[in-house]
T-cell receptor, first 116, second 113 residues
């Protein structure tokens, strides 16, 4: 069990460029979550997957954002035409949902995005 | 809509003093509540998870209580150490939010040697 990994750890881009982040969950975790955290705030939910199905998207996730989880393994989060307001830490988490109990979400180290 | 609040936003204590961190939430219909630690520029480390049916959880020097009816949780850290300096976040998994965590803004803790 190597934990949740995210790549890249840091990304600097110019406004208007597209960026893509990757998250590798803990193996056999069927749920995968994306959160966004701005400086001095707690993380805010963006979207989550159960296996390969994207079950919910936050209103924070504008049309410029898209997330995928092909084959229910790793996930990618793409931001098109980045804006300065997209600058934040993007956190990925995974969990194993049992039948009755809600399991702990394990977080990755995050990808810090700076849009110039 | 579930809202989570953590007060104070920042706390400074001398080494050895006990830490008391507060978390309040508006909707008591929760599945569980988690406390996380976050070091600057890093991801989140889960400290304790309290199921809705439980009243407290303990791990080493950490103890977290949950009072669903009043919408409150408290994280106690005994005999604080400089290595405890970090931001502590609480998050609830609630029926209203449905399968995702709602976080408080965090309490930034500094333990002075």
């Amino acid at each position: 069990d190597t934990g949740v990994s995210q790549d890249p750890r840091h990304k600097i881009t110019k406004r208007g460029q597209n960026v893509t982040f990757r998250c590798d969950p803990i193996s056999e975790h069927n749920r995968l979550y994306w959160y966004r955290q701005t400086l001095g705030q707690g993380p805010e939910f963006l979207t989550y997957f159960q296996n390969e199905a994207q079950l919910e998207k936050s209103r924070l996730l504008s049309d410029r954002f898209s997330a995928e989880r092909p084959k229910g393994s790793f996930s990618t989060l793409e931001i098109q035409r980045t804006e300065q307001g997209d600058s934040a830490m993007y956190l990925c988490a995974s969990s194993r949902q049992g039948e009755q109990f809600w399991e702990t979400q394990y977080f990755g180290p995050g990808t810090r995005l700076l849009v110039l | 809509k579930q809202e989570v609040t953590q007060i104070p936003a920042a706390l400074s204590v001398p080494e050895g003093e006990n830490l008391v961190l507060n978390c309040s939430f508006t909707d008591s219909a929760i599945y569980n509540l988690q406390w996380f630690r976050q070091d600057p520029g890093k991801g989140l480390t889960s400290l304790l998870l309290i199921q809705s049916s439980q009243r407290e959880q303990t791990s080493g020097r950490l103890n977290a209580s949950l009072d669903k009816s009043s919408g409150r949780s408290t994280l106690y850290i005994a005999a604080s150490q400089p290595g405890d300096s970090a931001t502590y976040l609480c998050a609830v998994d609630s029926k209203a939010a449905g399968n995702k965590l709602t976080f408080g803004g965090g309490t930034r803790v500094l333990v002075k040697p």
